[in-house]
């Protein structure tokens, strides 16, 4: 059996470079790759840009423990919601940060503001 990497090791130290860059352990590393191996794909500047806003957040434990749920839903729509719960003084604690990450349904039902409005009041 011939095993191949679909990235090579450059590529990879990148990337996991830039994880690092963002004080992630190699065991928190271990545990973002383990659970969302696709992160692997994004682009180092993709990566590093949305590692830039998470970590603007504070929302490392999210990262680590569900990393689709930060990774996956653009960085923009993730600020734009920050910034509006931010402003109505919404408590953000280990449980509620998710809201950040939740589905769009979710989040409009729950704050009464759909995405179209968060991303043109909240940019």
């Keep these: 059996m011939d095993f191949q990497l679909a990235y090579g090791l450059p590529t990879l130290k990148s990337k996991i470079d830039s994880?690092?860059?963002?004080?992630?352990?190699?065991?928190?590393?271990?545990?973002?790759?383990i659970k969302m191996p696709s992160i692997l794909s994004f682009n180092v500047e993709t990566l590093n840009r949305k590692l830039n806003t998470l970590s603007k957040l504070n929302v490392k434990k999210v990262i680590i423990h569900n990393p689709k749920l930060a990774f996956i839903q653009s960085e923009v729509l993730t600020l734009a919601?920050?910034?509006?719960?931010?402003?109505?003084?919404?408590?953000?604690?280990?449980?509620?940060?998710?809201?950040?990450?939740s589905d769009n349904k979710k989040?409009?039902?729950?704050?009464?503001?759909?995405?179209?409005?968060?991303l043109k009041k909240y940019p």
């Design 19 to 33: 994880l690092k860059k963002y004080n992630f352990n190699d065991q928190e590393i271990k545990q973002i790759i």
């Design 81 to 101: 919601r920050y910034n509006y719960l931010k402003e109505i003084n919404f408590e953000f604690n280990d449980k509620s940060i998710r809201y950040l990450f």
């Design 107 to 118: 989040f409009t039902t729950k704050f009464k503001i759909t995405k179209e409005e968060l």
